[in-house]
């Protein structure tokens, strides 16, 4: 029976039309303890609250006819909390 051998990265090098030949990129993938994961996982449901938050500002201003930047909804989002 062979033996099983860890898995290498995987490096993917310039396309044949490109000249540079000093770059490689390599994709691993992150093996997350339960915690770690939860952890992540909640900081997502964070960002994804806040972004929501700011296309509810945008959608209702844009609604109303007004002009908002990101200043605008920053603002909006700090008297929300």
Avoid: F
């Amino acid at each position: 029976m062979p033996s099983a051998t860890p898995a290498a990265p995987v490096a993917s090098g310039p396309a044949p039309e490109q000249e540079d030949p000093g770059h490689a990129r390599y994709t691993y993938r992150a093996r997350l303890s339960g915690t770690a994961e939860r952890a992540l996982l909640a900081e997502w449901d964070r960002c994804r609250w806040v972004w929501n938050m700011c296309v509810e500002t945008s959608k209702a201003a844009h609604a109303a006819r007004e002009k908002i930047g990101p200043r605008a909804v920053q603002a909006a989002d700090r008297v929300a909390r």
